[in-house]
DNA sequence: CTTTATGCAAAACGTTTGCATCGAG
DNA sequence: CTCGATGCAAACGTTTTGCATAAAG
């Protein structure tokens, strides 16, 4: 299991190390949360104040290339960012529930074992019929958290 | 099966039906794709040319939120709308394979039963733990799809 | 009549781009 | 040295908002 970012892939690509990238892949692997870009640089911000607000978006335009960061869209009108579980042990492989009222993400890791199971023959038969290689997905529950529905209107 | 709207539940909540709503409404039931709010527009305005796209998009937030049409984010920039396969017999229940490189998205409706089940168990377990109550869910495959394979890099 | 919906223009928002400068390799 | 990366300001495209007017119920 990988741990940390593949430098050496990274520069085989033509991508060169920075000081700028090396906060932003920190600020991933130690968040516990998908952040959205504005996150990232206010947090960026405070180790290096000049960093710019196009960085922190063209680093995750390369990481997400390089299919280290999953992207998602919560309906906030503002993409999140996470470090695929691939790259981190700590960042099991996971769901979404999202709460169409107060917009809350809750993790959802409690997979049956039929999941992966039928996950990975959805994938071949996706491959097979449709010849669409995958490289990720996403499911996501959307509905009303448990505190919204108390709170009813 | 519910092959219209229910104008009945609309009025209830206090909506009101409109010749603009009815015509996103009818836009939105004969089209076969899932639909931007610009599309929507462009289509509306042929029948009244009138119509701004601010009435669009608060009759697809109306929708929304009345659990008629879903929302989905393609990694464009911009949402697309479709109605419920609730609302509509000929809109079978799918999910998506999305084009990490051209951006196409196909539709995929061939469900082992199997899945079903899954999501049915999940759903209710989602529910037990969490107290979540879930309305919709969306399921989507990231990838590579035939045609940018070919063409490759 | 009362209340919600509309259309317009302007604002807001996240994200991208052009460009001169900087820095990694 | 060279080429990619940076930061800034400006541009962009989508979505939202304020407000006076129009229309539904």
């Known amino acids: 299991m990988k741990t940390s ?15 700028q990238r090396e906060i932003v892949f920190d600020i991933l692997r130690k968040a516990n949360m998908h952040l959205s870009a504005d996150e990232i640089y206010i ?8 960093i710019g ?3 922190i978006y063209r680093t995750l335009e390369m990481l997400y290339n390089l299919g280290y960061v999953n992207k998602y869209d919560f309906g906030e009108g503002r993409a999140r960012y ?3 579980d691939t790259m981190v042990e700590t960042c099991k492989h996971h769901h979404h529930l999202v709460c169409l009222r107060c917009n809350r993400v809750i993790d959802y890791t409690d997979f049956v074992p039929q999941e ?4 990975t023959k959805a994938i071949s038969g996706i491959s097979r019929k449709y010849g669409f290689k995958v490289q990720t997905h996403i499911i996501q529950f959307y509905g009303i958290c448990k505190e919204c529905q108390k709170r009813k209107k």
């Not at 947090?43 to 000049?50: D, L």
């Open 5 to 19: 970012f593949s430098y050496k892939e990274i520069k085989e690509k033509g991508y060169k190390i920075t000081r």
């Open 43 to 50: 947090k960026a911000k405070s180790r290096n104040p000049g």
């Open 53 to 55: 607000l196009t960085t």
């Open 82 to 84: 996470e470090l695929n």
């Open 116 to 119: 992966t199971e039928l996950i």
